[in-house]
């Protein structure tokens, strides 16, 4: 039973105790929301000037591992029917939801449409829950799966599958950048890579103060890709959080643990966390794309000068277990694969 925040939080004056969080992960401290988070403008990508705008993408990598993109060629008018989309589907009655609300845990079908609540998928087990549901699933460029996506609101089989074409688009001209970037071996990110649409929903909460969207931690995957329209998301930067700003039409990337690997140490994941708010609820379509199956530094950026500084490792077998199976604290999943030269 997946017992989905957005069926009851809205009948709610305080914030139950299974919700509150414990004291030292509380948003406590003031936090700026900050117009430093760079913003790279894609429509000059492939222009004269490609060659800032792959320096400034490293830059914003490099120091923030987070940045904002916008002329990214993705319609705005698809953009908001998505938007749209997600927010009637959280807002399906509780029966309607609870068709795709399976238990995360005992769900095996890793490409199925899943819905649950709270922080992950071992939702039983945890001593405190966030304020979210997330529905989640795969989006693969087959098309294999979309039978078993959500079919209500009606049309989402045919917006999200238009979306999802788009945001393959935008990842493989990041990831081209990336790659030019850090000059990696051509056609570095060029295989098929899997992608996922992860959309939290946060619902407006009684008392922002004892809880959160969802805890500080970095994403396990490639790069993610957040559609938000309401303030929430905030990164950890030199040891204090800030605010990342809405953009309109913008989308928020972000760089995941493997982005590490990699690079051999040259680029790191930022943590990060989502706040809540008491007026309004918080829908956030993520979209993430996975790695190679097998995660290692490119081997142009290692040599007698530069040791790689991690083992090869499986991201589905050796990596992903282990990050979910406990509280993985920001970038401590990584530990295991470390060489000597790390
Ligand atoms: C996530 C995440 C941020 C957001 O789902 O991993 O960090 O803005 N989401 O909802
Ligand atoms: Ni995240």
Redesign the pocket.
């Known amino acids: 039973m997946a017992d989905l925040l957005s069926n009851w939080s809205s009948t709610l004056e305080a914030v139950p105790p299974s919700h509150c969080i414990p004291e030292h992960e509380r948003p406590s401290d003031p936090v700026e929301i900050g117009d430093s988070i760079p913003v790279i403008d894609l429509g000059k990508a492939n222009g004269e000037e490609r060659s800032v705008v792959v320096k400034d993408l490293l830059k914003a990598f490099e120091e923030y591992g987070f940045f904002q993109i916008i002329n990214h060629g993705v319609p705005v008018d698809l953009m908001d029917e998505a938007m749209k989309v997600y927010k009637e589907f959280f807002s399906l009655p509780a029966e309607e939801k609870e068709n795709y609300a399976k238990d995360a845990a005992n769900n095996t079908n890793r490409g199925a449409a899943t819905l649950y609540s709270s922080s992950a998928k071992h939702y039983d087990s945890e001593e405190h829950r966030y304020w979210?549901d997330?529905l989640e699933h795969s989006c693969n460029l087959d098309g294999e799966d979309k039978k078993t996506w959500p079919d209500n609101p009606p049309r989402y089989r045919e917006v999200i599958g238009a979306y999802g074409d788009e945001l393959r688009r935008v990842s493989k001209v990041i990831l081209g950048m990336l790659s030019e970037g850090l000059g990696l071996e051509t056609g570095f990110f060029d295989k098929e890579l899997g992608q996922r649409m992860?959309v939290?929903h946060?619902p407006a909460c009684p008392d922002p103060s004892l809880t959160l969207?969802?805890g500080g931690?970095c994403?396990p995957n490639l790069i993610?890709i957040?559609q938000?329209e309401v303030y929430?998301?905030q990164i950890l930067k030199d040891d204090k959080w800030i605010g990342?700003q809405p953009i309109r039409n913008a989308f928020?990337v972000?760089s995941g643990l493997p982005i590490t690997v990699y690079s051999n140490g040259k680029l790191t994941s930022v943590a990060?966390?989502?706040v809540t708010n008491t007026t309004e609820s918080?829908t956030?379509i993520?979209t993430?794309i996975c790695p190679h199956e097998i995660v290692e530094p490119a081997k142009s950026l290692v040599g007698p000068e530069n040791p790689p500084q991690f083992k090869p490792f499986h991201w589905g077998i050796d990596f992903m277990p282990h990050y979910l199976s406990k509280k993985s604290v920001y970038h401590a999943s990584l530990e295991p694969f470390k060489t000597e030269a790390n």
Do not use: C
Request: proline content about 0%; glycine content about 12%; overall charge positive.
């Open positions: 979210r997330v992860l939290n946060y969207g969802v931690h994403d993610t957040i938000q929430g998301l990342v928020v972000n990060h966390r989502v918080r956030s993520g993430f």
